[in-house]
């Protein structure tokens, strides 16, 4: 059973800190996604990574995949309130075909206090 | 934009009740999942669906079971609600398999079984 451990579970900063999350697994993965939930909504897709050692930027977010594509870090630089969030990260196993199933870990709860 | 809509945002039931929660996506998406969501697990799916009344078994089916009669609706029933199936329960939806193909979300019903 593939799975994919995030850490740290919480994380309350000030504004204007920077701070990394982290996503790890023994397993390989096709492709990984990044989500982020705010409270009564459902996730909505950040990135998706593909190639392993591949780093995309989305504003002050950097999202990198590992080497061997068996984990990946989201980075936040300088963080704002509008950031907090719930972040999830989701792996897309290599024998999962077409389904579109993915395998997600226990999520990230983000504070970013004024 | 897609629109994945849930029909219910609450919904309170009693122990042993016949439970269904509805889904709908606008977006001729051929791949609709259910997941729950509880707090420090994550999400865990519990079916999905590839086609018209085709479907699979995720990783936590016991207990429920699901209908997809037509493309655009996906349906999870609880066959005799239990506490332990108090949670947050989240619809997606995706065009097809693979990393270029994400997830798309309702915002979730919250079923609490009393």
């Known amino acids: 059973t593939q799975l994919l451990e995030q850490s740290p579970q919480f994380l309350s900063i000030q504004e204007g800190e920077n701070l990394t999350v982290y996503c790890n697994s023994s397993s390989v993965f096709s492709s990984l996604q990044w989500y982020r939930q705010e409270p009564g909504e459902g996730p909505v897709l950040l990135v998706t990574?593909?190639?392993?050692?591949e780093v995309k930027k989305l504003k002050r977010l950097t999202f990198q995949f590992g080497d061997a594509r068996k984990d990946s870090s989201l980075h936040i630089t300088a963080a704002q309130p509008g950031d907090t969030g719930l972040y999830l990260c989701a792996g897309e196993g290599l024998g999962s075909g077409n389904t579109g199933k993915l395998i997600f870990g226990q999520g990230t709860t983000l504070q970013v206090k004024p | 934009d897609v629109k994945v809509t849930q029909s219910s945002r609450y919904l309170v039931k009693r122990t042993g009740e016949k439970v269904f929660l509805e889904c709908v996506q606008d977006m001729d998406h051929e791949n609709m999942f259910w997941y729950r969501q509880d707090p420090g697990l994550g999400l865990r799916l519990i079916y999905f669906?590839?086609?018209?009344?085709?479907?699979e078994k995720g990783d936590i089916p016991e207990g429920y079971s699901v209908s997809r009669e037509k493309k655009e609706r996906f349906s999870l029933i609880l066959e005799s609600a239990s506490t332990n199936q108090t949670s947050m329960y989240l619809c997606?939806?995706?065009?097809?398999?693979?990393?270029?193909?994400?997830?798309?979300f309702g915002n979730g019903t919250r079923l609490t079984v009393t």
């Open positions: 669906s590839y086609d018209v009344k085709m479907k």
């Open positions: 990574v593909v190639t392993g050692g």
């Open positions: 997606a939806s995706s065009l097809v398999g693979g990393w270029n193909s994400p997830l798309h």
